[in-house]
């Protein structure tokens, strides 16, 4: 057997990302390519191994973006890139239902490739589920079909679809792809027999916070659809079971389903509001526009021993410098009988962690508290000011020098810019409903990306001096606090403050502005 990479077919189910299935989430967080498709949520892709080679082959409902028959080399040709390599290629759903899994995987057979298939919740069954319709119902239906609405015979370009025998099914028929053919569907049922009045529904976007449901009845499906603008991706159920959706409807309209909102912040800190706005119905986009980096090599550790007191003011500082106090060979005994400081209580546990307690710790948590505290023992000769290292990032204000003018001051980590963002992340936030803000560097940091991205994917842009805003389908941002709005409206951002500085406040913020109707 050849040395190939393996290859995995993996169903991400049908957009909800709860829906994934573990297996398929533990083989895309160790994947070197993910080969997917359009309808494979953003949250999904950002499961994904951050290093893994992100490839879009989605298709577009009017043109295909790559060739089927090219997905299929693609594989082949990853497996043979990657020699021992783990290939995903993610698909909606479950990958073997109208998914053309089945092509990929001969595809690989022939070309002696090993694979696995990693099945996913099918749309088919999943999203009347989450419009609350049992595609099977005691009494009501004791089967169910599921047709592809798409597949046109080779020698006239009609469906190719048995109208006469679907007609007489009395069991739930579930059309995948059927939205643009269904008025004809419709009428070719009814004139095989099929009853007018049987109940059907669309369901628009099923599992996404932008999920729809539309019914109607087969003799009203073709108006219907063009009434309520119905559009893919959609499934249309047929049959009695219907009706037990008007009962079973379970999913509730939360305040802000159907917002696709960015969230930008430092990676780490990004999960906290990401998590409540998520609750409350809204798709999430989180892009750490900034992240940390141990500054390396900047120290010479010989004179740790010219310091008797360490003082750190972040977590990112204690991190930081304990990675490099590691990698420079020495361990924690060469903090022995040095005192140490902490901003704040987080700080103090994040040492506690490395073995070390702290011997200062300020009341009130701030930089101009851990100043006035330090400088006081400066004072009555507890400490030396001279003999005092701080441990801080390049952003560190300089409150505490302020205090302590001899102490001296090493950056331990730096806070930058993100290089670059995945490509499908940089259209999820083009496409997004607003953008929130926690911090004025998240601002300008995210001016600054988005800066790069558009002169790095389309120089014309910035040759007809276009503003980087205009890149983007809203302009609305949301901030938190003033000096956050200022800069946000600096770089054309119209934006909505919270009415205190807090994140719970800004998140009653968006669900006001949400709940009072649209005004952007
Ligand atoms: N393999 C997929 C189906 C691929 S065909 C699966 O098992 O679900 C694509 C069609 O699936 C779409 O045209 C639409 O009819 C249906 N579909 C997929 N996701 C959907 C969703 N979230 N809501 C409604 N229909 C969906």
Redesign the pocket.
């Known amino acids: 057997m050849a040395n190939f990479g393996h290859v995995y077919l993996i ?1 991400a189910g ?2 909800d990302p709860g829906l994934l299935t573990i297996r398929g989430k533990e083989i895309l967080e160790c994947a070197d390519v993910v080969v997917y498709d359009r ?1 494979v949520s953003p949250a999904i892709l950002g499961m994904c191994n951050p290093k893994a080679k992100m490839v879009d082959v989605g298709k577009m409902p009017t043109h295909h973006k790559v060739k089927q028959s090219e997905i299929n080399k693609l594989l082949v040709q990853f497996a043979q890139e990657y020699p021992q390599g783990i290939i995903a290629r993610l ?5 073997f ?3 053309r899994g089945g092509e990929e995987a001969l595809e690989l057979v022939d070309a002696g490739v090993e694979f696995d298939v990693v099945p ?1 919740i ?3 069954i999943s ?1 009347p589920a989450y419009a609350g319709i049992p595609v099977s119902h005691r009494g009501i239906a004791t089967s169910f079909h599921i047709i592809t609405g798409h597949e046109k015979a080779e020698s006239n370009g009609e469906l190719s679809l048995d109208f006469e025998n679907l007609a007489k099914c009395q069991g739930t028929l579930i ?4 939205i643009a053919n269904m008025d004809f569907i419709a009428r070719r049922l009814m004139e095989c027999g099929k009853d007018p009045k049987t109940p059907l529904a669309f ?6 916070p932008y999920q729809r449901t539309v019914m109607a009845t087969l003799e009203t499906a073709g108006e219907t659809i063009v009434r309520e603008k119905v559009t ?4 249309t159920i047929m049959g009695g079971v219907v009706e037990l959706g008007k009962t079973l409807a379970w999913k509730k309209n939360l305040p802000l389903s159907g917002k696709r909102l960015v969230v930008t912040r430092a990676a780490k800190q990004a999960s906290g509001i990401s998590a409540r706005l998520t609750a409350l119905g809204a798709e999430v986009i989180e892009t750490p526009m900034i992240e940390t980096r141990v500054v390396e090599g900047s120290f010479n550790w010989d004179n740790l021993a010219n310091f008797d007191l360490l003082a750190f003011t972040s977590t990112n500082g204690v991190e930081s410098f304990f990675t490099q106090l590691l990698a420079s060979g020495n361990d924690i005994r060469v903090l022995a009988g040095k005192k140490i400081a902490s901003v704040g209580k987080i700080t103090e546990k994040k040492l506690l962690e490395y073995g070390i307690r702290c011997d200062y710790v300020p009341e009130d948590h701030t930089g101009e508290g851990l100043g006035k505290l330090l400088a006081e023992k400066c004072s009555a000769s507890e400490l030396d000011e001279s003999r005092i290292l701080l441990l801080q990032g390049n952003l560190a204000d300089e409150t505490l020098l302020k205090h302590l003018p001899k102490a001296t001051r090493w950056v331990v980590y730096e806070t930058l810019p993100v290089a670059e963002l995945p490509e499908w992340k940089r259209e999820a936030v083009e496409c997004a409903d607003a953008v929130v803000f926690a911090s004025t560097s998240a601002v300008e940091n995210f001016v600054q990306v988005s800066r790069l991205l558009i002169e790095d994917n389309s120089t014309k842009v910035l040759k007809h001096q276009v503003s980087f805003i205009s890149s983007f389908v809203s302009r609305l941002s949301f901030c938190i606090g003033r000096m956050t709005e200022a800069a946000a409206q600096k770089h054309g951002f119209e934006t909505v403050i919270s009415d205190e500085t807090t994140m719970d406040s800004l998140v009653k913020k968006i669900v006001e502005y949400y709940s009072a109707g649209e005004r952007a």
């Open positions: 169903g049908p957009g309808l698909k909606g759903g479950d990958p239902v109208f998914g996913g099918t749309s088919a999203v059309f995948l792809m059927g369901i628009e976007k099923g599992t996404t893919a991706p959609a499934i």
